[in-house]
Structures are given as structure tokens and as C-alpha cells.
């Protein structure tokens, strides 16, 4: 990403944060309340549309990504979810509604065995050494 393009990304959400700020703070002063706006995640929108998912990640203030991701789970805009906020935040999602799911629906065995093969079946770092390991004679020694 080129820095003319960032700064003008930068530009437009600071735009946009300023422009939520006073809403935020014309509306309190009519009202004398304080109040904070909870669509105010949708002006973010088109710095989506506009520059892209990847812009969306790195530029878009996590309290406002928050917001939007509540709610595309409570609407249930799964395919939009992941295009917009990627494949990890994705799958931890998964992880989590299929956890909550085990505790909720089966026993508390079952939720720490899902759990555990969670925490087994992660990427694992990759040795690249041509020393071999101390390995019991039973696992075959592989060279990648």
C-alpha cells in the first residue's frame, strides 16, 4: 500500500470518526443526555466499499469492527462477516458458537475434549533443521 493511498484512508476515517463525534455531541447538547450512537459503525461502510476488505481491517477503529461484527452475527450475514473481517476472525467465531453450543447442549466432558482437540489441531510451527529429533523409535523420522 502505497502512502498516499494510506494517508488518504486515514483521512477519511478520521473524517468519518469526527463526524460521528459531533452527532454524538450535537445530540447530547439538544438533549443533555449522553448518549452514545450504536449504528454509528454503518459510515464505515464505505471505506469497505470503497477501498477494500484489507483497508477495512487495518484502518477501521476496533470499538466500530466490534459493532459491525454484533451485528452481523445477530442478523446472521455469515458470508459478509468473513469477507469483511477475514478468516481468523471467522473461525475463532465458529470456535466459540461451537464451544457455547457443547456446554450449552452436551456435558462439560465433551465441551473440554472439543476444547482440547482445538488446542491440538492448530497450526503447529514448522522445525526446519536437518538435525533429527529425539524421537521414540515407534514415530518414523520425517524429513520435509
Do not use: C, W
Amino acid at each position: 500500500m502505497n502512502k498516499i493511498l494510506k494517508y488518504e484512508i486515514q483521512s477519511d476515517v478520521r473524517d468519518i470518526e469526527a463526524e460521528i463525534d459531533y452527532e454524538e455531541y450535537m445530540f447530547n447538547k439538544i438533549f443533555k443526555t449522553n448518549v452514545s450512537f450504536k449504528k454509528s459503525y454503518e459510515k464505515f461502510n464505505l471505506i469497505y466499499n470503497v477501498y477494500g476488505p484489507q483497508a477495512y481491517r487495518r484502518f477501521v477503529p476496533a470499538t466500530y469492527q466490534r459493532q459491525d461484527l454484533v451485528h452481523l452475527v445477530n442478523t446472521q450475514n455469515y458470508l459478509i462477516l468473513y469477507d469483511r473481517h477475514g478468516k481468523r476472525t471467522y473461525n475463532n467465531l465458529v470456535y466459540t458458537v461451537n464451544l457455547n453450543n457443547f456446554t450449552n447442549y452436551y456435558s462439560k466432558f465433551r465441551a473440554f475434549l472439543y476444547r482440547l482437540t482445538n488446542v491440538f489441531s492448530r497450526r503447529k510451527l514448522k522445525i526446519k533443521t536437518d538435525e533429527q529429533l529425539m524421537l521414540p523409535e515407534s514415530v518414523p523420522s520425517i524429513h520435509t
